[in-house]
C-alpha cells in the first residue's frame, strides 16, 4: 500500500486532472469554439489553476522535493526534471493568462486562436506528462526510501499546508 504522502499526492494529481477537463474539452479540434467562449473557459479555468494546481506545486517544491535531497540529487536527475517543469507549467500559465486577453479583441484572427489552442494545448500535454512522471518515476523511488517516521511527518506538513498563502502551519 502506498504511503500516506504518495496517496495525498495522487489524491491531489487526479483533482489537477478533473481541474484541466473543462478547458481541454474546448481544446479538441471538433470543438472549434468561439475565441469569446476560448476566452471565457479559461477565465473560468485561472482561479482553478490557482486554487488546486499552485498549491500543488509548491508544495511538492518545499515539502516533498527537500525531503528527497537526502536520497536523490537535486540538480540532475528527477529532481531537476520535475522542479524545471514547475516552473515550466506556471510560465506557461502566465502566458496564457495575458494571451487570452487578446482572444476577445482579436476579431478572430486565426493566428491569434490558433496560438492560443496551440499554447494550452502544451500546458494541458505538459500537466499530463508530469503527473505521469510522478507517479511512475518519482514516487516508486520515494517508496523505496520513505519511512514510516518521515512519511507521518511529511503528510503532517502537506496537510498543514496552507493553500493560497504558501505557507506551512504545522499543528
Not at 473560468?44 to 488546486?52: H, L, S
Not at 522535493?65 to 536523490?72: I, S, Y
Not at 540532475?76 to 526534471?81: D, E, R, S, Y
Amino acid at each position: 500500500m502506498p504511503s500516506k504522502t504518495i496517496q495525498h499526492l495522487i489524491h491531489e494529481h487526479r483533482e489537477v486532472e478533473k481541474a484541466f477537463q473543462p478547458l481541454e474539452l474546448l481544446l479538441k479540434p471538433e470543438a472549434a469554439a468561439r475565441p469569446e467562449e476560448l476566452a471565457d473557459a479559461f477565465a473560468g479555468f485561472v482561479p482553478t489553476f490557482a486554487d488546486r494546481v499552485l498549491p500543488h506545486l509548491h508544495k511538492e517544491q518545499e515539502i516533498l522535493f527537500p525531503a528527497l535531497e537526502g536520497f536523490l540529487p537535486r540538480d540532475i536527475g528527477p529532481l531537476a526534471v520535475l522542479r524545471g517543469e514547475h516552473n515550466d507549467l506556471q510560465e506557461m500559465f502566465e502566458h496564457l493568462q495575458r494571451s487570452s486577453a487578446s482572444l476577445k479583441d482579436s476579431g478572430g484572427k486565426s493566428e491569434v486562436v490558433e496560438g492560443f489552442l496551440r499554447e494550452a494545448r502544451a500546458l494541458a500535454t505538459l500537466m499530463h506528462d508530469h503527473i505521469y512522471k510522478e507517479e511512475q518515476v518519482l514516487f516508486p523511488v520515494v517508496e523505496r526510501f520513505i519511512s514510516g517516521v518521515r512519511d507521518a511527518y511529511l503528510i503532517r506538513q502537506m496537510e498543514g499546508f496552507r493553500a493560497g498563502t504558501g505557507s506551512l502551519e504545522v499543528a
